[in-house]
C-alpha cells in the first residue's frame, strides 16, 4: 500500500516564484492535512481540510493555499515564495477529525528558497 | 486549550542504557486520545502507538513501554537497552474527539555505540 505519496521530495525555488506541493492518499480517508517542520519548532499545521469539499487555516497559514481537489488528493500553493518558507513539508491524512485513529504522514518535501 | 510539553530538547545515551522520554499534556476534554511518532534521521514519522482517555493501562512492546498517568497529565516513553537504531526524534501528540493533533517540539535521541 502506497498510503501518502508527496510530489515532490526535493525543490528548489527563487523568491517570488510559485509552485505546487501534491498529496495524494489511498486510504479512503475523509481527513487530510499540511503541516511544516522547522528545527526545533516541531510540526506546524499551515491548513486541513477536515472532509471533502472544506478547507480551514492552521496555526501558521499565512502565504499558502491548499485545493481539495478530491478525496483523496490535498495540494499546498505557495504564489510568492519567501525564504523563510523554506522547510520540510509534510501531509497527513487521518479517519476524521471524530476518529481516535492515528494521522499517517507522507516522507515529506523538502523545500529550498533561495 | 491542548498544549503538549516535551521538556527534554536533546538525549545522549549510550547504547543498552534505558531511557525514558517525558510527555506532559494539557486538554480539559474528558475524551482524548495521545500518540507517539518516531522520525528517523530518513525523515519519515512513523507511528508508534495510541492511547485513549479512558485507558490508562501501560503497554509494552518489545523493548518499548509506555507509561499513562492521567493524575499526573504525562505519558511516557521508555525504551530499554537502547539501540543505535533508536536515535531518532520522538514525538508525542494529542488529539481531543472532534479536533485536530496537537504535536509536541519533540525529543531528539542520540543512542551512542
Known amino acids: 500500500n502506497a498510503g501518502v505519496t508527496q510530489t515532490p521530495k526535493f525543490q528548489v525555488l527563487k523568491t517570488g516564484q510559485s509552485m505546487t506541493l501534491q498529496c495524494a492518499q489511498d486510504m479512503n480517508h475523509n481527513s487530510m492535512y499540511w503541516y511544516r517542520q522547522d528545527p526545533g519548532m516541531g510540526l506546524r499545521l499551515i491548513y486541513y481540510s477536515a472532509s471533502e469539499g472544506t478547507t480551514d487555516k492552521g496555526e501558521v497559514p499565512n502565504g499558502y493555499n491548499v485545493s481539495r481537489l478530491n478525496k483523496r488528493e490535498f495540494s499546498l500553493r505557495l504564489e510568492s515564495a519567501a525564504p523563510s518558507q523554506t522547510s520540510v513539508y509534510f501531509c497527513?491524512?487521518?479517519?476524521?477529525?471524530?476518529?481516535?485513529?492515528?494521522?499517517?504522514f507522507g516522507d515529506g518535501t523538502r523545500l529550498s528558497i533561495l | 486549550a491542548q498544549k503538549v510539553t516535551q521538556a527534554q530538547t536533546e538525549i545522549s545515551v549510550v547504547e543498552k542504557e534505558d531511557v525514558t522520554l517525558d510527555c506532559v499534556y494539557e486538554?480539559?476534554?474528558?475524551?482524548?486520545?495521545l500518540f507517539w511518532y518516531k522520525q528517523p534521521p530518513s525523515g519519515e514519522l512513523v507511528f508508534l502507538i495510541r492511547r485513549n482517555s479512558f485507558d490508562e493501562q501501560n503497554e509494552i512492546s518489545g523493548r518499548y513501554s509506555w507509561n499513562f498517568q492521567k493524575s499526573t497529565s504525562s505519558f511516557n516513553f521508555t525504551i530499554t537497552a537502547s539501540q543505535v537504531v533508536d536515535s531518532a526524534v520522538y514525538f508525542c501528540?494529542?488529539?481531543?474527539?472532534?479536533?485536530?493533533?496537537?504535536f509536541g517540539p519533540g525529543t531528539r535521541l542520540s543512542v551512542l555505540p
Open positions: 497527513a491524512s487521518s479517519e476524521g477529525r471524530g476518529s481516535n485513529q492515528p494521522q499517517h
Open positions: 486538554t480539559r476534554d474528558t475524551t482524548y486520545y
Open positions: 501528540a494529542l488529539k481531543n474527539y472532534g479536533q485536530n493533533f496537537v
